[in-house]
Protein backbone atom coordinates (compact mmCIF):
# COMPACT_ATOMS: atom_id res chain seq x y z
CA UNK A 1 0.00 0.00 0.00
CA UNK A 2 1.25 3.23 -1.08
CA UNK A 3 1.25 6.58 1.52
CA UNK A 4 -1.75 8.97 1.29
CA UNK A 5 -2.47 12.42 1.85
CA UNK A 6 -3.88 11.55 5.33
CA UNK A 7 -0.76 9.82 6.54
CA UNK A 8 1.52 12.86 6.18
CA UNK A 9 1.87 16.05 8.31
CA UNK A 10 2.21 18.99 5.41
CA UNK A 11 1.76 21.80 7.74
CA UNK A 12 4.40 24.26 6.75
CA UNK A 13 5.82 22.06 4.18
CA UNK A 14 6.36 23.06 0.49
CA UNK A 15 4.73 20.76 -1.15
CA UNK A 16 5.47 19.63 -4.67
CA UNK A 17 1.93 18.14 -6.57
CA UNK A 18 1.87 16.44 -9.76
CA UNK A 19 -1.32 17.43 -11.37
CA UNK A 20 -2.94 16.06 -15.17
CA UNK A 21 -3.65 19.70 -16.10
CA UNK A 22 -3.05 18.40 -20.21
CA UNK A 23 -6.44 20.19 -21.16
CA UNK A 24 -7.78 20.64 -24.67
CA UNK A 25 -6.71 24.57 -25.49
CA UNK A 26 -7.54 26.89 -28.49
CA UNK A 27 -5.97 30.38 -29.07
CA UNK A 28 -5.13 29.87 -24.96
CA UNK A 29 -8.90 28.85 -23.84
CA UNK A 30 -9.41 25.59 -22.33
CA UNK A 31 -12.35 23.93 -23.87
CA UNK A 32 -12.68 20.98 -21.49
CA UNK A 33 -11.57 21.58 -17.42
CA UNK A 34 -12.44 17.91 -16.47
CA UNK A 35 -8.84 17.48 -15.32
CA UNK A 36 -8.29 20.65 -13.12
CA UNK A 37 -11.62 19.79 -11.46
CA UNK A 38 -10.26 16.09 -10.86
CA UNK A 39 -7.20 18.02 -9.07
CA UNK A 40 -9.35 20.31 -6.69
CA UNK A 41 -9.90 17.79 -4.07
CA UNK A 42 -6.18 16.77 -3.15
CA UNK A 43 -5.35 20.73 -3.83
CA UNK A 44 -7.71 21.98 -1.43
CA UNK A 45 -6.79 18.67 1.45
CA UNK A 46 -3.16 20.34 1.18
CA UNK A 47 -4.27 24.29 1.69
CA UNK A 48 -6.09 23.20 4.53
CA UNK A 49 -3.36 21.09 5.89
CA UNK A 50 -1.51 24.61 6.01
CA UNK A 51 1.18 23.28 3.38
CA UNK A 52 3.26 25.76 0.39
CA UNK A 53 1.68 24.43 -2.66
CA UNK A 54 4.11 24.05 -5.74
CA UNK A 55 1.80 22.34 -8.76
CA UNK A 56 3.29 20.83 -11.58
CA UNK A 57 2.28 19.10 -14.95
CA UNK A 58 2.76 18.58 -18.79
CA UNK A 59 0.30 19.96 -21.56
CA UNK A 60 1.20 18.34 -24.72
CA UNK A 61 3.94 16.81 -26.74
CA UNK A 62 6.76 19.30 -26.96
CA UNK A 63 9.69 17.86 -29.14
CA UNK A 64 11.33 21.37 -30.56
CA UNK A 65 11.16 24.96 -29.23
CA UNK A 66 8.52 25.61 -32.14
CA UNK A 67 6.33 23.00 -30.39
CA UNK A 68 6.36 24.92 -26.91
CA UNK A 69 3.82 27.23 -28.81
CA UNK A 70 0.55 27.63 -27.14
CA UNK A 71 1.65 24.91 -24.73
CA UNK A 72 2.04 27.45 -22.02
CA UNK A 73 -0.38 26.74 -18.46
CA UNK A 74 -1.02 30.09 -17.96
CA UNK A 75 -4.54 29.11 -18.77
CA UNK A 76 -4.69 26.55 -16.08
CA UNK A 77 -3.55 29.11 -13.69
CA UNK A 78 -6.09 31.61 -14.50
CA UNK A 79 -8.60 28.90 -14.61
CA UNK A 80 -7.67 27.13 -11.27
CA UNK A 81 -7.73 30.86 -9.44
CA UNK A 82 -11.21 31.23 -10.59
CA UNK A 83 -12.15 27.16 -8.98
CA UNK A 84 -10.46 27.55 -5.64
CA UNK A 85 -11.29 31.48 -5.44
CA UNK A 86 -8.40 32.42 -4.68
CA UNK A 87 -5.31 33.50 -6.67
CA UNK A 88 -2.53 30.77 -8.23
CA UNK A 89 0.64 32.41 -8.75
CA UNK A 90 2.18 31.51 -11.82
CA UNK A 91 5.69 31.38 -13.17
CA UNK A 92 6.76 31.03 -16.83
CA UNK A 93 9.81 29.31 -16.05
CA UNK A 94 10.82 25.59 -15.26
CA UNK A 95 13.97 26.45 -12.80
CA UNK A 96 15.92 29.72 -11.69
CA UNK A 97 15.95 31.77 -9.12
CA UNK A 98 12.74 33.75 -10.07
CA UNK A 99 10.81 30.10 -9.54
CA UNK A 100 13.38 29.58 -6.64
CA UNK A 101 12.35 33.30 -4.69
CA UNK A 102 8.63 32.93 -5.54
CA UNK A 103 8.62 29.36 -3.87
CA UNK A 104 10.41 30.50 -0.63
CA UNK A 105 8.02 33.74 -0.29
CA UNK A 106 5.32 31.41 -0.21
CA UNK A 107 3.16 30.92 2.57
CA UNK A 108 1.08 28.36 4.30
CA UNK A 109 -2.46 27.53 2.00
CA UNK A 110 -0.64 29.60 -1.03
CA UNK A 111 -0.66 27.52 -4.32
CA UNK A 112 2.04 28.23 -7.12
CA UNK A 113 1.97 26.60 -10.53
CA UNK A 114 4.91 26.68 -12.97
CA UNK A 115 5.48 26.09 -16.60
CA UNK A 116 4.81 23.56 -18.31
CA UNK A 117 7.44 20.19 -17.41
CA UNK A 118 8.21 19.22 -21.04
CA UNK A 119 9.24 22.37 -21.58
CA UNK A 120 12.22 20.88 -19.99
CA UNK A 121 14.19 18.61 -22.50
CA UNK A 122 14.93 16.14 -19.63
CA UNK A 123 11.44 15.77 -18.01
CA UNK A 124 10.77 12.93 -20.69
CA UNK A 125 14.21 11.18 -20.19
CA UNK A 126 13.53 11.35 -16.01
CA UNK A 127 16.86 13.28 -15.89
CA UNK A 128 18.49 12.70 -12.88
CA UNK A 129 19.65 16.13 -12.53
CA UNK A 130 16.20 17.99 -13.02
CA UNK A 131 14.31 15.71 -10.88
CA UNK A 132 17.13 16.62 -8.15
CA UNK A 133 16.71 20.50 -9.04
CA UNK A 134 12.80 20.46 -8.46
CA UNK A 135 13.18 18.07 -5.48
CA UNK A 136 15.33 20.75 -3.88
CA UNK A 137 12.51 23.10 -4.03
CA UNK A 138 9.95 21.54 -1.75
CA UNK A 139 10.10 19.07 1.43
CA UNK A 140 7.59 16.71 -0.01
CA UNK A 141 6.07 15.13 -3.20
CA UNK A 142 2.40 14.14 -3.95
CA UNK A 143 1.38 12.03 -7.31
CA UNK A 144 -2.20 12.91 -8.46
CA UNK A 145 -1.64 13.01 -12.40
CA UNK A 146 -2.97 9.42 -13.08
CA UNK A 147 -2.78 9.85 -17.02
CA UNK A 148 0.77 10.63 -17.16
CA UNK A 149 2.11 7.33 -14.26
CA UNK A 150 2.22 5.01 -16.79
CA UNK A 151 5.93 7.42 -17.81
CA UNK A 152 9.04 7.50 -16.30
CA UNK A 153 9.22 10.72 -16.38
CA UNK A 154 11.30 13.01 -14.03
CA UNK A 155 7.95 14.77 -12.43
CA UNK A 156 6.35 11.54 -12.36
CA UNK A 157 8.98 9.20 -11.13
CA UNK A 158 12.32 10.67 -10.64
CA UNK A 159 11.90 13.38 -8.00
CA UNK A 160 10.19 11.38 -5.03
CA UNK A 161 13.48 9.57 -4.88
CA UNK A 162 15.26 12.73 -3.83
CA UNK A 163 12.23 14.31 -1.24
CA UNK A 164 11.86 13.31 2.60
CA UNK A 165 8.38 11.80 2.03
CA UNK A 166 5.91 11.73 -1.11
CA UNK A 167 2.26 9.96 -1.10
CA UNK A 168 -0.38 9.84 -3.86
CA UNK A 169 -3.10 12.36 -4.06
CA UNK A 170 -6.84 11.59 -3.20
CA UNK A 171 -7.64 10.91 -7.56
CA UNK A 172 -4.88 8.25 -7.87
CA UNK A 173 -6.03 6.54 -4.17
CA UNK A 174 -9.22 6.31 -6.07
CA UNK A 175 -7.89 4.95 -9.01
CA UNK A 176 -6.24 2.23 -7.08
CA UNK A 177 -8.98 1.16 -4.97
CA UNK A 178 -11.46 0.88 -7.78
CA UNK A 179 -8.85 -0.63 -10.87
CA UNK A 180 -7.22 -2.24 -8.34
CA UNK A 181 -9.74 -3.83 -6.50
CA UNK A 182 -11.22 -5.33 -9.31
CA UNK A 183 -8.25 -6.96 -10.61
CA UNK A 184 -7.03 -7.95 -6.92
CA UNK A 185 -10.21 -9.11 -5.11
CA UNK A 186 -13.44 -8.81 -7.18
CA UNK A 187 -16.72 -9.41 -6.07
CA UNK A 188 -17.94 -12.20 -8.92
CA UNK A 189 -18.58 -12.81 -11.75
CA UNK A 190 -16.15 -10.01 -12.72
CA UNK A 191 -17.15 -9.53 -16.95
CA UNK A 192 -14.18 -7.38 -19.03
CA UNK A 193 -15.79 -5.74 -21.90
CA UNK A 194 -12.96 -4.80 -24.65
CA UNK A 195 -13.06 -2.49 -27.49
CA UNK A 196 -11.52 -0.31 -29.67
CA UNK A 197 -9.49 -0.97 -33.17
CA UNK A 198 -6.83 -2.92 -32.10
CA UNK A 199 -6.11 -6.37 -31.04
CA UNK A 200 -1.84 -5.24 -30.46
CA UNK A 201 -3.26 -2.98 -28.21
CA UNK A 202 -5.10 -4.98 -25.92
CA UNK A 203 -2.90 -8.34 -26.15
CA UNK A 204 -1.39 -7.93 -22.43
CA UNK A 205 -4.38 -6.47 -20.91
CA UNK A 206 -6.57 -9.67 -22.77
CA UNK A 207 -4.18 -12.34 -21.57
CA UNK A 208 -4.24 -10.82 -18.03
CA UNK A 209 -7.96 -10.56 -17.70
CA UNK A 210 -8.37 -14.40 -18.71
CA UNK A 211 -6.66 -15.07 -16.02
CA UNK A 212 -8.83 -12.94 -13.60
CA UNK A 213 -12.19 -12.28 -15.19
CA UNK A 214 -15.10 -14.91 -15.41
CA UNK A 215 -15.99 -13.69 -19.00
CA UNK A 216 -14.23 -11.13 -21.49
CA UNK A 217 -16.80 -9.74 -24.06
CA UNK A 218 -14.79 -8.54 -27.18
CA UNK A 219 -16.31 -5.62 -29.48
CA UNK A 220 -15.08 -3.12 -32.07
CA UNK A 221 -12.38 -3.22 -34.68
CA UNK A 222 -9.94 -5.95 -33.09
CA UNK A 223 -13.13 -8.40 -33.21
CA UNK A 224 -12.74 -8.72 -36.85
CA UNK A 225 -8.75 -10.21 -36.77
CA UNK A 226 -10.68 -13.22 -34.01
CA UNK A 227 -13.13 -13.73 -36.66
CA UNK A 228 -10.62 -13.90 -39.52
CA UNK A 229 -8.09 -16.05 -36.98
CA UNK A 230 -10.78 -18.46 -37.18
CA UNK A 231 -11.44 -18.55 -40.93
CA UNK A 232 -14.49 -16.13 -41.18
CA UNK A 233 -14.73 -13.87 -44.10
CA UNK A 234 -14.48 -10.02 -42.90
CA UNK A 235 -14.88 -8.38 -46.17
CA UNK A 236 -12.78 -4.77 -45.71
CA UNK A 237 -13.47 -4.36 -42.05
CA UNK A 238 -10.56 -3.77 -40.01
CA UNK A 239 -8.25 -6.45 -39.43
CA UNK A 240 -4.05 -7.18 -38.26
CA UNK A 241 -3.10 -10.16 -40.10
CA UNK A 242 0.12 -9.99 -38.10
CA UNK A 243 -2.23 -10.65 -35.27
CA UNK A 244 -4.04 -13.55 -36.76
CA UNK A 245 -1.72 -16.63 -34.76
CA UNK A 246 -1.97 -14.61 -31.97
CA UNK A 247 -5.84 -13.97 -31.98
CA UNK A 248 -5.88 -18.00 -32.11
CA UNK A 249 -3.75 -18.67 -29.14
CA UNK A 250 -5.76 -16.29 -27.27
CA UNK A 251 -8.91 -18.16 -28.08
CA UNK A 252 -7.17 -21.24 -27.45
CA UNK A 253 -6.59 -20.15 -23.85
CA UNK A 254 -9.68 -18.24 -23.17
CA UNK A 255 -11.37 -21.73 -22.90
CA UNK A 256 -14.54 -20.56 -23.50
CA UNK A 257 -14.54 -17.34 -21.60
CA UNK A 258 -13.96 -15.19 -24.47
CA UNK A 259 -16.97 -13.81 -25.99
CA UNK A 260 -16.98 -12.75 -29.69
CA UNK A 261 -20.08 -10.48 -31.97
CA UNK A 262 -22.31 -12.84 -33.63
CA UNK A 263 -24.03 -10.29 -36.10
CA UNK A 264 -22.42 -6.53 -37.09
CA UNK A 265 -23.84 -3.62 -38.81
CA UNK A 266 -21.68 -2.95 -41.91
CA UNK A 267 -21.79 -0.65 -45.01
CA UNK A 268 -20.07 -0.85 -47.71
CA UNK A 269 -17.97 2.37 -47.37
CA UNK A 270 -16.21 4.39 -43.96
CA UNK A 271 -19.01 6.28 -43.57
CA UNK A 272 -22.27 7.34 -41.67
CA UNK A 273 -24.36 6.94 -44.60
CA UNK A 274 -24.45 4.43 -47.32
CA UNK A 275 -25.58 0.22 -48.38
CA UNK A 276 -25.83 -0.87 -44.19
CA UNK A 277 -26.67 -4.69 -43.60
CA UNK A 278 -27.17 -5.78 -40.06
CA UNK A 279 -24.68 -9.73 -41.01
CA UNK A 280 -24.33 -12.94 -39.09
CA UNK A 281 -20.85 -13.38 -38.28
CA UNK A 282 -20.75 -16.20 -40.64
CA UNK A 283 -22.61 -14.51 -43.23
CA UNK A 284 -20.26 -11.38 -43.71
CA UNK A 285 -19.77 -10.50 -47.59
CA UNK A 286 -16.70 -8.87 -49.82
CA UNK A 287 -16.93 -5.46 -50.32
CA UNK A 288 -18.43 -4.42 -46.74
CA UNK A 289 -16.82 -3.65 -43.34
CA UNK A 290 -18.20 -3.83 -40.07
CA UNK A 291 -18.49 -0.75 -37.99
CA UNK A 292 -20.82 -1.79 -34.69
CA UNK A 293 -22.10 -5.23 -33.28
CA UNK A 294 -25.41 -5.83 -33.91
CA UNK A 295 -29.18 -6.75 -32.02
CA UNK A 296 -28.38 -10.40 -31.27
CA UNK A 297 -24.60 -9.26 -30.35
CA UNK A 298 -26.55 -6.42 -27.72
CA UNK A 299 -28.69 -9.40 -26.22
CA UNK A 300 -25.72 -11.74 -25.76
CA UNK A 301 -23.83 -9.24 -24.06
CA UNK A 302 -27.02 -8.00 -22.01
CA UNK A 303 -27.35 -11.45 -21.16
CA UNK A 304 -23.72 -12.11 -20.13
CA UNK A 305 -23.94 -8.68 -18.02
CA UNK A 306 -26.95 -9.40 -16.15
CA UNK A 307 -25.86 -11.39 -12.89
CA UNK A 308 -22.21 -9.44 -12.74
CA UNK A 309 -21.05 -7.91 -9.85
CA UNK A 310 -17.96 -5.86 -11.50
CA UNK A 311 -17.13 -4.73 -14.64
CA UNK A 312 -14.02 -3.01 -16.32
CA UNK A 313 -14.86 -1.61 -19.63
CA UNK A 314 -12.58 -0.29 -22.05
CA UNK A 315 -12.54 0.66 -25.27
CA UNK A 316 -16.35 1.23 -27.68
CA UNK A 317 -18.16 -1.54 -29.44
CA UNK A 318 -18.24 0.49 -32.87
CA UNK A 319 -17.50 3.39 -34.76
CA UNK A 320 -19.61 5.80 -31.84
CA UNK A 321 -18.63 8.40 -33.87
CA UNK A 322 -20.84 8.23 -36.70
CA UNK A 323 -24.82 7.81 -35.02
CA UNK A 324 -25.68 4.80 -37.49
CA UNK A 325 -23.10 2.61 -35.47
CA UNK A 326 -23.34 4.04 -32.18
CA UNK A 327 -25.79 1.66 -31.05
CA UNK A 328 -23.81 -1.27 -30.13
CA UNK A 329 -21.74 1.24 -27.32
CA UNK A 330 -24.67 3.02 -26.07
CA UNK A 331 -26.32 0.02 -25.63
CA UNK A 332 -23.32 -1.22 -23.29
CA UNK A 333 -22.57 2.35 -21.75
CA UNK A 334 -27.18 2.22 -20.71
CA UNK A 335 -26.48 -1.63 -19.46
CA UNK A 336 -23.95 -1.03 -17.23
CA UNK A 337 -25.43 2.44 -16.42
CA UNK A 338 -28.29 0.45 -14.79
CA UNK A 339 -26.74 -2.24 -13.48
CA UNK A 340 -26.40 -3.01 -9.84
CA UNK A 341 -22.79 -3.58 -9.61
CA UNK A 342 -19.14 -1.64 -9.25
CA UNK A 343 -18.66 -0.22 -12.88
CA UNK A 344 -15.71 0.83 -14.07
CA UNK A 345 -14.83 2.67 -17.11
CA UNK A 346 -10.72 2.49 -18.27
CA UNK A 347 -10.69 6.13 -19.39
CA UNK A 348 -10.55 6.70 -23.41
CA UNK A 349 -13.35 6.30 -25.66
CA UNK A 350 -15.85 4.58 -23.34
CA UNK A 351 -15.45 7.38 -20.79
CA UNK A 352 -16.69 10.05 -23.86
CA UNK A 353 -18.70 7.46 -24.76
CA UNK A 354 -20.54 7.45 -21.17
CA UNK A 355 -20.18 11.11 -20.69
CA UNK A 356 -21.86 12.16 -23.86
CA UNK A 357 -24.34 10.02 -23.27
CA UNK A 358 -25.01 11.83 -19.89
CA UNK A 359 -24.72 8.26 -18.13
CA UNK A 360 -20.95 9.54 -16.57
CA UNK A 361 -22.63 9.70 -12.56
CA UNK A 362 -24.08 6.20 -13.07
CA UNK A 363 -20.62 4.47 -13.33
CA UNK A 364 -18.91 3.70 -10.03
CA UNK A 365 -15.39 4.71 -11.27
CA UNK A 366 -14.45 6.52 -14.90
CA UNK A 367 -10.73 6.32 -15.07
CA UNK A 368 -8.57 9.83 -15.56
CA UNK A 369 -5.71 8.10 -17.16
CA UNK A 370 -6.90 5.99 -20.62
CA UNK A 371 -2.69 4.30 -21.25
CA UNK A 372 -2.33 3.96 -17.53
CA UNK A 373 -5.55 2.42 -16.71
CA UNK A 374 -4.25 -0.29 -19.68
CA UNK A 375 -1.19 -0.83 -18.37
CA UNK A 376 -2.63 -0.99 -14.86
CA UNK A 377 -5.28 -4.01 -16.03
CA UNK A 378 -2.18 -5.40 -17.70
CA UNK A 379 -0.65 -5.83 -14.18
CA UNK A 380 2.16 -3.90 -15.51
CA UNK A 381 3.87 -1.95 -12.66
CA UNK A 382 3.13 1.50 -13.08
CA UNK A 383 6.76 4.04 -12.42
CA UNK A 384 5.13 6.78 -11.01
CA UNK A 385 3.44 4.68 -8.31
CA UNK A 386 6.43 2.57 -7.62
CA UNK A 387 8.44 5.73 -6.58
CA UNK A 388 5.90 6.47 -3.82
CA UNK A 389 6.63 5.90 -0.40
CA UNK A 390 4.71 2.66 1.00
CA UNK A 391 2.99 2.89 4.15
Given at each position: ?121 GE ?24 SV ?13 VS ?227
Amino acid sequence: MKKTLTDINFKDKKVLMRCDFNVPLKEGVISDDNRIVQALPSIKYLMEQGAKVVLCSHLGKVKTPEDKEGKSLQPVATRLSELLGKEVTFIDQTRGPKLEEAINNLKDGDVLLFENTRFEEGETKNDEALAKYWASLVDLYVSDAFGSVHRAHASTAGVPAYVSDSAVGFLIEKELDFIGGALSNPQRPLVAILGGAKVSDKIGVIENLLTIADKVLIGGGMAYTFLKAQGYEIGTSLVEDDKLDMAKELLEKAQGKLLLPIDFVCNNEFANDGDIKVLDYDKLIPGYMGLDIGPKTIALYQDALKDAKTVLWNGPMGVFEMSNFAKGTNAICETLANLDATTIIGGGDSAAAAIQLGYADKFSHISTGGGASLEFMEGKKLPGIEAIADK
